[in-house]
């Protein structure tokens, strides 16, 4: 393996060799980035497996050797050196195509573990492949990774040719996207895509974590830390080490674990509870979240600090009302899938009239709305077609031309009318007191959609959505809350003010 090392300081440069050359690597260094660059054209496309760089050199910047790269059409990775404190360089830097980034003072443990990511190399129980089963390794599960997340639409392919460009680097990545639209699927892709395909994906839902336990979950904790702590445990940064930590519903988290993960993600250090010490953390962040993050750093609800952080590279998964022309080999797959964990032969097909319906359905609930569908659908299949009745969809979600086109989980006044009204009345919420009645000779239309009390009747409204979602998923609230795009905390929230589940006499007056 050769690698490069730029730096204009002597004594910096001369440790930074030494530390390599010990590692077995082949090393040359330049202390300009004139100097580099000449290096770099004199040993030829792919010559160096990655090259090292500080951010500040005495005739420019690393980011210009990153330019020069990209607009020659080299492919050697990238690590650049920041000063201390400088997060924006960072930032910078991944953004321009760095696989990584490293602060001064450079910590050496991390320094080696940094370049080992970088060049790919993998345990020695895998190195003893042969080489070509070793590039058949690494293809396989790429072409894999890629052909789960299905589709022809542009945005589809759009996020696929994201996903396989992001996957290079440890820059972080944030997935934006509703409720059911396949985030983790995204995150599991860029994972599997990575050098880091051989080490662990670790997915945690930091909405389903009671606030007092995240510390402990996260960063693990030592024996006596407190009362039950009986033995030593890790977190979640310990079990991805060297591989991935997906942080799904990233929004959910408290400010105060919001600042914890920060110095993490800055350090790159580990303490846990009840230790003195702290470990150095080597795992690619993966975040997604529901919300717009940028309004609830507005808000006050979100560290900047962290938002920036985290918001290097951002992937959005499109909602499958908006890629209908996917929706055919979506089926196809999710069918197949299903099927064969059922043990059913052959797979049942949609009949054409209930793939129609389904084309001019909703999905509020995006693709894991549509794998439910399918789900119940097998199992109430008595043949080897799936018609119209067993998929059971709700009529007022049906796309027509009076739909509401501000989509959101819970619609607006003039949606669900609009819906109710193309029903034929039916699925109407129940009268809430107050509602106006009609006046003398005026159209019972138009009193209908003016309630006297309008904080009342929409409470009546959502508290029919919720309850109908929740039948319908069998009472599962962390589901019922997915379909809807709430997070289990936000629908636990809307239960208890609504009295959901509650008896009728227990049920609050939206106070």
């Given at each position: 393996?050769?690698?490069?090392?730029?730096?204009?300081?002597?004594?910096?440069?001369t440790?930074?060799?030494?530390?390599?050359?010990?590692?077995?690597y082949?090393?040359?260094?330049?202390?300009?980035?004139?100097?580099?660059?000449?290096?770099?054209?004199?040993?030829?496309?792919?010559?160096?497996?990655?090259?090292?760089?500080?951010?500040?050199?005495?005739?420019?910047?690393?980011?210009?050797?990153?330019?020069?790269?990209?607009?020659?059409?080299?492919?050697?990775?990238?690590?650049?050196?920041?000063?201390?404190?400088?997060?924006?360089?960072?930032?910078?830097?991944?953004?321009?195509?760095?696989?990584?980034?490293?602060?001064?003072?450079?910590?050496?443990?991390?320094?080696?573990?940094?370049?080992?990511?970088a060049?790919g190399?993998?345990?020695?129980?895998?190195?003893?492949l042969?080489?070509?089963?070793?590039?058949?390794?690494a293809?396989?599960?790429?072409?894999?990774?890629?052909?789960?997340?299905?589709?022809e639409?542009?945005?589809?392919q759009?996020?696929?040719?994201?996903?396989?460009?992001?996957?290079?680097s440890?820059a972080?990545?944030?997935?934006?996207?509703?409720?059911?639209?396949?985030?983790?699927?995204?995150?599991?892709?860029?994972?599997?895509?990575?050098?880091?395909?051989?080490?662990?994906?670790?997915?945690?839902?930091?909405?389903?974590?009671?606030?007092?336990?995240?510390?402990?979950?996260?960063?693990?904790?030592?024996?006596?830390?407190?009362?039950?702590?009986?033995?030593?445990?890790?977190?979640?940064?310990?079990?991805?080490?060297?591989?991935?930590?997906?942080?799904?519903?990233?929004?959910?988290?408290?400010?105060?674990?919001q600042?914890?993960?920060?110095?993490?993600?800055?350090?790159?250090?580990?303490?846990?509870?009840?230790s003195?010490?702290?470990?150095?953390?080597?795992?690619?962040?993966?975040?997604?979240?529901?919300?717009?993050?940028?309004?609830?750093?507005?808000?006050?609800?979100?560290?900047?600090?962290?938002?920036?952080?985290?918001?290097?590279?951002?992937?959005t998964?499109?909602?499958?009302?908006?890629?209908?022309m996917?929706?055919?080999?979506?089926?196809e797959?999710?069918l197949?899938?299903?099927?064969?964990?059922?043990?059913?032969?052959?797979?049942?097909?949609?009949?054409s009239?209930?793939?129609?319906q389904?084309?001019?359905?909703?999905?509020?609930?995006?693709?894991?709305?549509?794998?439910?569908?399918?789900?119940?659908?097998?199992?109430?299949?008595?043949?080897?077609?799936?018609?119209?009745?067993?998929?059971?969809?709700?009529?007022e979600?049906?796309?027509?031309?009076?739909?509401?086109?501000?989509?959101?989980?819970?619609?607006?006044?003039?949606?669900?009318?609009?819906?109710?009204?193309?029903?034929?009345?039916?699925?109407?919420?129940?009268?809430?007191?107050?509602?106006?009645?009609?006046?003398?000779?005026?159209?019972?239309?138009?009193?209908?959609?003016?309630?006297?009390?309008?904080p009342?009747?929409?409470?009546?409204?959502?508290?029919?959505?919720?309850?109908r979602?929740?039948?319908?998923?069998?009472?599962?609230?962390?589901?019922?809350?997915?379909?809807?795009?709430?997070?289990?905390?936000?629908?636990?929230?809307?239960?208890?003010?609504?009295?959901?589940?509650?008896?009728?006499?227990?049920?609050?007056?939206?106070?």
């Amino acid at each position: 393996m050769r690698l490069l090392v730029v730096d204009d300081e002597p004594d910096l440069r001369t440790l930074y060799e030494l530390t390599l050359l010990r590692e077995g690597y082949d090393v040359d260094s330049a202390g300009t980035v004139e100097e580099a660059w000449m290096l770099l054209q004199e040993a030829g496309p792919g010559a160096y497996q990655l090259m090292i760089t500080d951010m500040r050199l005495p005739d420019g910047t690393g980011l210009d050797l990153l330019r020069r790269l990209e607009n020659a059409g080299r492919s050697e990775k990238a690590v650049v050196i920041t000063a201390y404190g400088s997060p924006e360089n960072a930032v910078e830097a991944l953004k321009s195509g760095a696989y990584d980034y490293l602060t001064k003072p450079v910590d050496l443990r991390q320094f080696r573990a940094v370049v080992a990511s970088a060049i790919g190399r993998v345990p020695t129980a895998a190195a003893q492949l042969a080489r070509g089963g070793a590039v058949a390794a690494a293809v396989q599960p790429q072409v894999a990774a890629l052909s789960r997340i299905v589709g022809e639409s542009p945005a589809i392919q759009q996020v696929r040719a994201l996903v396989a460009k992001v996957s290079r680097s440890m820059a972080p990545v944030l997935v934006h996207g509703e409720s059911g639209t396949g985030k983790e699927l995204v995150a599991r892709a860029i994972h599997d895509c990575s050098p880091r395909a051989r080490g662990p994906f670790v997915a945690v839902n930091c909405g389903a974590i009671p606030e007092q336990l995240l510390e402990s979950e996260f960063f693990g904790y030592r024996k006596g830390a407190f009362t039950g702590a009986n033995e030593d445990r890790e977190g979640f940064f310990q079990a991805a080490l060297g591989g991935t930590l997906f942080l799904d519903e990233i929004g959910d988290l408290p400010l105060q674990m919001q600042s914890k993960l920060l110095r993490v993600i800055q350090e790159r250090v580990v303490r846990q509870l009840g230790s003195t010490l702290e470990t150095p953390t080597n795992v690619r962040l993966i975040s997604a979240t529901h919300r717009d993050l940028a309004q609830e750093v507005q808000g006050g609800r979100f560290r900047q600090d962290l938002f920036y952080r985290l918001n290097v590279i951002r992937v959005t998964t499109p909602p499958l009302r908006d890629r209908l022309m996917d929706l055919p080999p979506i089926i196809e797959y999710t069918l197949a899938r299903i099927a064969r964990d059922a043990g059913v032969v052959p797979v049942p097909q949609l009949t054409s009239d209930a793939l129609q319906q389904l084309l001019s359905y909703r999905f509020p609930g995006n693709v894991r709305e549509l794998e439910n569908l399918l789900h119940r659908a097998l199992a109430l299949a008595s043949g080897p077609d799936i018609g119209i009745d067993e998929l059971g969809l709700t009529p007022e979600l049906m796309q027509d031309s009076t739909f509401d086109s501000g989509f959101s989980p819970l619609g607006s006044l003039a949606g669900l009318e609009a819906r109710v009204q193309a029903a034929g009345g039916h699925n109407m919420p129940p009268p809430v007191p107050g509602t106006a009645t009609p006046r003398h000779g005026e159209p019972a239309e138009a009193a209908a959609s003016l309630p006297e009390d309008l904080p009342a009747y929409l409470d009546g409204v959502e508290r029919d959505i919720l309850e109908r979602a929740l039948e319908r998923h069998r009472y599962n609230r962390t589901a019922a809350g997915a379909s809807l795009g709430l997070s289990l905390r936000q629908m636990r929230y809307r239960m208890a003010r609504l009295g959901v589940g509650a008896s009728d006499g227990e049920r609050g007056e939206g106070a």
